[in-house]
């Protein structure tokens, strides 16, 4: 089945870094990807939708230059927290869509980061 | 805004019985999807059911869809220890073009009992 690969799985850093997420598609293209938010026990946020060659659609309520999205290629999209704090601690969680299998998703393994 | 909402919240069964999770949804839907999660992973797509249909089966899932209600059913058969894990149903809302654009349920955590 299509495998989506996201790394780091654990971030830890420093109040003011950056992060960088990345999240990519090893057997199929996905010109499609979305990033999401997901606080303990909750429900997944969708935070914006990542189109290859274009800018990414983001969801009310989430800042664009905190989380910069990137996807400049079919297999890979990169979510960049930047100048992070401990409010965005949390587990980051990636999809893709096979342009070509139904309509299903296909998700990374997560990244849980964690801001000091 | 999440119009997924899912019960129960939580649900513990032993193992060999059946688990049963429900799901409401608030718009017109293309079509509703089931998702799993083990804890500190990813999600893993189970089953999908389109508007027009009203159950489908996959091993030991069955999905139920009441588009007049709003409403989808998860049922798991004979439930297996293995099968410990947060499910979450989602939706695709009804026309539009952002294919692959999910809503998803707040989710119910099931813990299987050896």
């Known amino acids: 089945g299509a495998v989506v690969s996201q790394h780091p799985s654990r971030v830890i850093c420093k109040s003011g870094t950056s992060v960088k997420i990345e999240c990519r598609s090893l057997?199929?293209?996905?010109?499609?990807m979305f990033w999401y938010r997901q606080f303990p026990k909750k429900s997944l946020m969708l935070m914006a939708t990542?189109?290859?060659?274009?800018?990414?659609?983001?969801e009310q309520g989430v800042e664009k230059d905190k989380f910069l999205i990137n996807h400049a290629s079919l297999t890979l999209s990169t979510l960049t927290v930047t100048s992070a704090h401990p409010e965005d601690s949390s587990f980051y969680i990636c999809?893709?869509?096979?342009?070509?299998?139904?309509?299903?998703?296909?998700f990374g393994s997560g990244t849980q980061l964690s801001v000091l | 805004s999440q119009q997924g909402e899912e019960d129960p919240q939580a649900l513990s069964i032993q193992e060999g019985e059946n688990a049963t999770m429900n799901c409401s949804y608030k718009?017109?839907?293309?079509?509703l999807q089931w998702y799993r999660q083990n804890s500190g992973r990813g999600l893993v797509h189970l089953i999908l059911?389109?508007?027009?249909?009203r159950e489908k089966h996959s091993g030991r899932l069955r999905v139920t869809l009441d588009t007049s209600k709003k409403s989808s059913s998860l049922l798991i058969t004979a439930s297996r220890a293995a099968d410990t894990a947060s499910y979450f149903c989602?939706?695709?809302?009804?026309?539009?073009?952002?294919?692959?654009?999910?809503?998803f349920g707040q989710g119910t955590i099931l813990t299987v009992h050896p």
């Open positions: 999809s893709a869509r096979h342009s070509f299998v139904d309509e299903k998703l296909f």
């Open positions: 057997d199929f293209q996905a010109t499609t």
């Open positions: 990542s189109n290859e060659g274009s800018k990414a659609t983001y």
């Open positions: 718009t017109s839907i293309n079509n």
């Open positions: 059911i389109r508007s027009n249909e």
């Open positions: 989602a939706t695709r809302k009804a026309g539009g073009t952002s294919y692959g654009k999910l809503t």
